[in-house]
């Protein structure tokens, strides 16, 4: 006479204990949607701000050669800079300067309100899209112009400067070969 083995989970008592106390999960259901619903309710909004950059990372030099960035560091690279401070810094003090007629808001700290930036590269392409998200709809939208603009100033720069940097050592190299050509010609 093979009896079925009896159920580990007794079935039959959490139907009894739910017929005798529904209003137990009804209740707890009720409590947390009423706290849920009122924290996204009195949650301030966010607005986001999107942007598109198209980044050239490849120089033509003569005679058929070219420099081109690593493109596995390159995109963190950019992600970096355009998360950096100095370059937050920077965007802040050109919208102080601009004229906009938009105050930089303040938060609580009193400091500036904190714009996060997301930096996401296309796939196979160089293109960047940039978002950016703040509780006020007009700031992220002029911040994140002005933080593409502070971008696209800084890496001016630091071409100009790579490339004088790179003319002087050439320039360094070929007055040395020439001293040495003299030489060997004396």
């Known amino acids: 006479d093979d009896a079925a083995p009896a159920s580990p989970f007794p079935i039959q008592r959490l139907l009894a204990f739910l017929l005798k106390f529904w209003w137990i999960p009804l209740l707890t259901l009720a409590v947390g949607l009423s706290v849920g619903l009122s924290l996204a309710y009195l949650q301030p909004p966010t607005y986001v701000s999107k942007g598109r950059m198209w980044e050239t990372i490849k120089l033509r030099l003569p005679q058929g050669a070219a420099f081109s960035e690593d493109g596995q560091t390159s995109s963190g690279t950019q992600a970096e800079l355009l998360q950096s401070t100095t370059l937050r810094e920077a965007a802040l003090a050109r919208l102080r300067g601009s004229s906009n007629n938009l105050a930089v808001p303040l938060g609580k700290d009193r400091e500036p309100l904190p714009v996060p930036i997301s930096v996401k590269e296309s796939p196979k392409s160089t293109v960047f899209v940039l978002q950016a998200s703040s509780a006020q709809a007009a700031y992220s939208?002029?911040?994140?112009?002005?933080?593409?603009?502070?971008?696209?100033?800084?890496?001016?720069?630091?071409r100009q400067t790579v490339s004088g940097y790179t003319l002087a050592s050439i320039s360094a190299e070929i007055a040395r070969t020439e001293a040495e050509?003299?030489?060997d010609q004396d």
């Open 181 to 183: 050509l003299k030489a």
């Open 141 to 158: 939208q002029v911040y994140l112009d002005a933080l593409m603009e502070v971008y696209l100033e800084f890496k001016k720069n630091l």
